[in-house]
């Protein structure tokens, strides 16, 4: 006969709540995929702008709101970002080279873009919300917010803070340029044509580099410590079998929606366990933030248009400061040129993410010496 001892006892009851801690896990992100797909099915019907992402972003802010069991697919983030960033590389192809020098005075712009969205809005949130220094200042860089976070927090800021300032950010910059382009240009973002060829239509020998190349792209990324690896990796490595002629089609179609509802899940996600009144204030906090950062997007975009004659609306997708894959989401809903919003976005995401750090230390150095 066999004895249970008192430590086996304990670790049997102890994996139960795990055990449940999960399935209760998987139930709310199932719950929350659900509301998600239903809703941009809802957005789709009715034809409004990127509707699988707004519809499964804005439903999941809502439930956040009034507290229903959802939760967000967050482990499954570097898989969804594989997908868009695969798709992003396939907009990379041999005729772009002939383009790439028309491209430069953006580029070099976007320094002095960062510069001043720096100089504004870390100030706002530093008066007007009343953070303190290390909070407001990585709440203002218009990086990549788990960037963000992880930096600001090493440096003393209030992680809570910094995810609700840049997640409405993301949220509201994707919202009104959405709306912009819809309403005001008259732009259908509804048309699904622009989100690549069904399943049916890809050979399958390219469907199977299409998934070798996010896989190698990611470990590729991590291994050369690139900035932002899981975004860079898979975007180069795409780019390349695509330039190379290896690939003619982006990921399927199907495959695209799907990331959007996850992505647009995982965003709206991000206000759970936020106090209702913290969720309104950052969204209020954040509208303020989104219109000042717009106003000097429009203000670089007519400037750099007036200039040196690039497309306008081209450059308002570049200089927007939502995130990569969600402003390359409406660069290809608008049947713009992805390769060059998403590379400005690259840079600007590079940018912040090697400056921020240094600009802070340096900023801490002249607050003290004086």
């Known amino acids: 006969m066999t004895v249970k001892t008192r430590s086996e006892g ?36 009715a034809g409004l ?29 570097p898989l969804v970002a594989v997908i868009i960033d695969v798709m992003l590389g396939s907009s990379f192809t041999p005729a772009l080279f002939n383009q790439i020098s ?8 976007m320094v002095l873009y960062l ?32 960037e963000m976070m992880i930096i600001g927090k090493e440096m003393g800021a209030d ?33 699904r044509s622009q989100f690549g060829v069904p399943f ?38 795409s780019a390349a079998v695509h330039l190379l002629g290896i690939v003619h089609n982006p990921p399927p179609s199907e495959l695209v929606i799907i990331a959007q509802i996850f992505l647009g899940t995982i965003v709206g996600c991000r206000f759970i366990n936020a106090e209702p009144k913290a969720i309104l204030r950052a969204i209020w906090l954040g509208l303020g933030a989104t219109i000042l950062m717009l106003a000097l997007t429009f203000s670089f975009a007519i400037a750099l248009h007036e200039i040196f004659d690039q497309s306008l609306e081209q450059l308002v997708l570049a200089y927007s400061p939502g995130g990569l894959a969600e402003m390359s989401l409406v660069a290809l809903a608008m049947n713009a040129d992805i ?11 590079s940018l912040v993410m090697l400056l921020a750090p240094i600009l802070f230390r340096l900023f801490l150095r002249l607050k003290r010496s004086s």
């Open 10 to 45: 304990l670790n049997m009851s102890s994996a139960k709540p795990k055990k449940n801690s999960t399935k209760r896990r998987i139930v709310k992100i199932s719950f929350a995929l659900f509301l998600g797909t239903v809703s941009g099915y809802i957005f789709n019907w």
């Open 49 to 77: 702008p990127l509707p699988w992402m707004l519809g499964a972003m804005f439903v999941n802010i809502i439930a956040a709101l009034i507290r229903l069991p959802v939760s967000g697919p967050t482990k499954l983030r």
């Open 102 to 109: 028309l491209w430069a005075p953006s580029l070099v712009f």
């Open 115 to 146: 510069l001043a969205a720096a100089m504004v809005i870390v100030p706002y949130y530093r008066i007007v919300a009343g953070f303190d220094a290390p909070t407001a200042y990585f709440a203002g860089m218009p990086g990549g917010l788990m």
């Open 159 to 191: 992680e809570r803070s910094i995810i609700l300032a840049h997640t409405s950010r993301i949220v509201l910059v994707v919202a009104l340029v959405a709306v912009w382009f819809r309403v005001v240009q008259g732009i259908d973002l509804s048309d």
């Open 200 to 237: 049916s239509q890809i050979p399958a020998k390219e469907l199977i580099v299409l998934s070798i190349v996010g896989v190698v792209g990611y470990f590729i990324g991590r291994f050369l410590r690139l900035p932002a690896p899981m975004l860079l990796g898979p975007i180069l490595v």
């Open 339 to 349: 390769a060059y919003v998403a590379s400005h976005h690259l840079v600007r995401i």
